[in-house]
């Protein structure tokens, strides 16, 4: 005795994707191939909801934060409202905020961007720890 041969259905409007089976060659049929295979989800219709790199995003927000308290630390050592005898700090101060601020803000306007759909900025160009 043949049995039918299995042949796999197209996507349904409902994302499941189901095995149907061809008309079997002779009048005996086992029960087997009377019960169709639900295999699951059909993969090209569904999207994964994107991914929020948080480790990233904490890290970036950790670095703009220091970065604006080392920049402040420096205006403020260059103006004279701090003391003048931490006048010799005043370049590792500066020098030390631009490196932290400029990629924490670039990082974080990412995120906001991503946050609030705009146009071209997703989450994915956060880079990730894990």
Sequence with gaps: MKRAKKTYGSCLNTLQSLKYLTKPTTDKVDQEDLIP?????????TTLPERIPWKSIGLATFLAIGGIIQLTAGVLISTGHIGTEYE???????????IMFTPGAYYL???MAAYHNFPGYS???IPDFD
Aim: charged residues 20%; hydrophobic residues 55%; proline residues 0%.
């Design 37 to 45: 295979d639900v295999t699951g989800f059909c993969i090209q219709d």
């Design 88 to 98: 010799d700090r005043f370049w590792s101060f500066l020098i030390l905020g631009m």
């Design 109 to 111: 306007f990412i995120a």
């Design 123 to 125: 989450f994915s160009d």
